[in-house]
C-alpha cells in the first residue's frame, strides 16, 4: 500500500520537484500531481520530475481540470473536457503518472443513461487522441463524485470502468460516505465497495487500485468539505486500513484531507501497525 498528499506537501518550500523530494524525505510512497486549474507544467518540467520521482521511487497520479464535464449540454464544453484529458494525459506521461483522475460530470436532469453515453463517447474520444499521441500507458480515471446531482456514482464508475479499456474507478471514500449520506459504518461497508470492484475488475484490480480518502463534512445534498484526520471519524478510516491489511490489497491512498502530508503519514503508521 502507499500513501501520499494531494498535492504539494505543506512542509514543501518549492513545486512539485521539491514536493517530491519532501514526500520521500518523510517516508511516504506517493503523491497526486494537481492541475485542477489548468495543465501548465512544461515538457521539459515534467520530465524532469518524473525521473527525479522514479530515481526516488515515488508513485505519482495526476488530478485533471476541475472544469471537466463529459456529459456537458453544450458541444464546445465537450470539445474542451476531450482537450483538457489529453492534456493532462500528455503531462502524466511525462511524468511517468499512471493514473490520471477527473471528475466525469453532472447530470443537469437527466437519467443516469443518458449521461453515462454522453461520458463513455467523450472518454472514448480521448483516448483515441492519446492513442494517436503514443499514450498507452496513462490510465483514465473515474473519480467517484460526493453529490446526488453529479455523474459518478459507484456504480456508475465502476461499470464504465469495466467496459472501456485504459480506464478505472477511482474511489474516494469520503465522497462514497457522503453521497449515501453517511453510508459508511465499517469494515463490512468497505469490504461491500471492494467486493462490487473486484467482480467487475477482477482480483489483479485489488493490488493496484487508486483511490482518495479524507474525513468529510456533508449534508442531504452530498459533500460540502473535506475534513483531516479525528475531526468526526466519517467515513472511519481504522475498518479501512484493517481491511485492506488482512485481505492483502494493494493500491494507492491519497489524502485529500487539508493537513495533507501529516494526515497521510498517519495513514501510513496505522496502516503498518495493523499490518504486523
Not at 20 to 36: P, S
Not at 137 to 160: C, N
Not at 224 to 235: A, D, K, Q, S, V
Request: glycine share 10%; proline share 4%; aromatic share 6%.
Amino acid at each position: 500500500m502507499l500513501f501520499g498528499p494531494a498535492g504539494i506537501p505543506i512542509a514543501s518550500n518549492g513545486g512539485t520537484l521539491e514536493g517530491v523530494r519532501t514526500v520521500a524525505e518523510l517516508g511516504l510512497g506517493a503523491m497526486e500531481v494537481e492541475f485542477v486549474h489548468g495543465v501548465h507544467m512544461g515538457a521539459a518540467q515534467a520530465s524532469a520530475i518524473g525521473a527525479e520521482a522514479k530515481r526516488l521511487h515515488i508513485s505519482l497520479s495526476c488530478h485533471a481540470p476541475y472544469w471537466i464535464n463529459c456529459c456537458a449540454l453544450e458541444k464546445t464544453k465537450l470539445v474542451r473536457s476531450v482537450r483538457n484529458l489529453v492534456d493532462t494525459a500528455k503531462a502524466a506521461h511525462l511524468l511517468g503518472a499512471r493514473i490520471i483522475v477527473f471528475h466525469p460530470g453532472f447530470y443537469m436532469g437527466r437519467p443516469s443513461a443518458v449521461c453515462k453515453v454522453l461520458v463513455r463517447e467523450t472518454m472514448s474520444k480521448a483516448l483515441e487522441q492519446m492513442h494517436a499521441l503514443g499514450i498507452n500507458d496513462v490510465i483514465l480515471g473515474m473519480e467517484l463524485m460526493g453529490k446526488g446531482s453529479q455523474f459518478g456514482s459507484l456504480e456508475e464508475i465502476i461499470e464504465l470502468g469495466a467496459e472501456l479499456p485504459q480506464t478505472a474507478p477511482v474511489v474516494d471514500f469520503a465522497h462514497c460516505h457522503a453521497r449515501g449520506n453517511g453510508v459508511i459504518k465499517g469494515e463490512a461497508d468497505y469490504a461491500m465497495i471492494f467486493n462490487k470492484l473486484e467482480a467487475a475488475s477482477g482480483s489483479k484490480f485489488l493490488r493496484s487500485f487508486h483511490s482518495h480518502f479524507s474525513e468529510i463534512e456533508y449534508t442531504d445534498k452530498g459533500e460540502r468539505r473535506h475534513l483531516e484526520l479525528g475531526t468526526t471519524n466519517e467515513p472511519p478510516l481504522q475498518p479501512l486500513l484493517k481491511l485492506c491489511a488482512e485481505q492483502g490489497y494493494d493500491g494507492t491512498i491519497i489524502c485529500e484531507t487539508p493537513l495533507l502530508e501529516q494526515d497521510a503519514m498517519k495513514m501510513q503508521r496505522l496502516y503498518l501497525s495493523l499490518k504486523k
